[in-house]
């Protein structure tokens, strides 16, 4: 099978459907798939590393801003694509080339749908522009991946796809890169965000976008901080790409002096397990995922992990996570219980690390090689 990947939306900060994309292409070349990746000229020698039997196809760097690569998408992309002549065409991020649908198979990934369930967590014109896109998208694709069972259901009860042709491919993760690591590996990345050995820290890892409700924990760790004894108070370290939530500055004015808050930025990947497994707790108390990779990452890091019953996460966490509601209170009590209760972190990790062994990019790789199965027969 010859599979063309449009890899042209992956962001330079490789985070969300970056991380996606590059965990599934060496898993799919792994089962034989015949890959031919079309990229941006600066990922070019990355995917051609990542999957050396794949043919990768750059587009003109004038493409490369966002508007450009839609026009690109759009007009350019179906002369492309029958140049290459592919079995079927892989968009994995959200929008399709419609033109070309008549004569190639098309598969899109839909990551999630707060697009339409919480918009107003995505800002003004790129919410309209994706709300367009999916329910165009979901109707003349020929076949639909989504990350969960949550995402699959939200799709048809609120655009009305069709559920025969939309597959459930849950993400995977890397065990060889996400798992427990050493003391000294866990210092190490300590030292790179001027943590001192002795101080906990709550961790969370992700886009500071407003979906991610950053604000609601910066508020519950201040809470939590007051109940806990002055030598067991975490830090609070937020680590993960600045997004658009303008409300997490006016959150971290509030934040008292004596308590320490870091914003490390982007963090580079071989960062992360130390990372996630120092943490006393990775708290992600988001207002719904598509699917929540940060939380299974951590959790294969056997961290201790709070985080909500939206959406998909519970499909990801099971009984191996804390649960909380997305408000203030909510989150403050759990971080309360759960610094103050180290059997529980304890037994909650060995469970997460367990539970994780369970999610595995080959799986991810043979649920798509199944939907473009099903999007070919279905032409």
Not at 120 to 142: D, Q
Not at 155 to 162: E, F, I, M, S
Not at 284 to 292: D, N, Q, R
Request: with cysteine; glycine share 6%; charged share 20%.
């Amino acid at each position: 099978m010859r599979v063309l990947i449009d890899a042209t939306a992956i962001p330079a900060n490789r985070g969300g459907v970056g991380r996606y994309v590059d965990e599934l292409i060496p898993a799919l070349a792994a089962l034989g798939v015949d890959l031919v990746i079309v990229a941006q000229r600066r990922d070019e020698a990355f995917y051609g590393k990542l999957s050396p039997t794949a043919q990768v196809v750059t587009i003109p760097k004038t493409f490369e801003s966002v508007p450009a690569r839609l026009i690109w998408e759009q007009l350019i992309f179906p002369l492309v694509i029958r140049r290459i002549k592919p079995d079927v065409v892989h968009s994995p991020h959200y929008t399709m080339p419609v033109a070309a649908r008549k004569s190639f198979p098309i598969v899109v990934t839909m990551h999630d749908m707060t697009f339409f369930t919480s918009p107003e967590v995505h800002l003004g014109f790129k919410g309209y522009f994706f709300r367009a896109a999916i329910k165009r998208n979901s109707r003349v694709a020929s076949g639909i991946i989504t990350p969960s069972q949550a995402t699959k259901d939200e799709l048809v009860r609120l655009v009305g796809a069709n559920p025969e042709k939309v597959t459930v491919a849950y993400h995977g993760v890397d065990q060889s890169r996400f798992h427990p690591v050493s003391d000294a590996e866990v210092n190490r990345v300590r030292s790179t965000l001027s943590l001192p050995e002795n101080i906990r820290y709550i961790g969370f890892l992700g886009t500071l976008e407003p979906r991610k409700n950053v604000p609601a924990l910066i508020a519950a760790w201040v809470q939590a901080a007051k109940r806990l004894p002055p030598d067991q108070t975490p830090a609070l370290v937020l680590a993960g790409a600045k997004g658009w939530d303008e409300q997490i500055e006016g959150a971290l004015n509030s934040v008292p002096d004596r308590l320490t808050v870091k914003l490390p930025g982007y963090l580079p990947l071989d960062d992360l397990p130390g990372f996630l497994a120092g943490a006393q707790v990775v708290a992600y108390p988001s207002l719904g995922e598509g699917f929540g990779l940060p939380v299974l990452e951590a959790m294969a890091c056997g961290a201790c992990v709070l985080t909500t019953k939206r959406l998909s996460l519970p499909e990801v966490g099971g009984d191996a996570v804390a649960y909380c509601e997305p408000d203030v209170e909510s989150i403050a009590d759990a971080l309360v219980e759960l610094c103050m209760d180290p059997a529980r972190r304890q037994d909650l990790a060995q469970k997460a690390i367990h539970r994780a062994q369970a999610f595995t990019w080959e799986a991810a790789a043979q649920a798509h090689l199944a939907a473009y199965r099903n999007a070919i027969q279905s032409r």
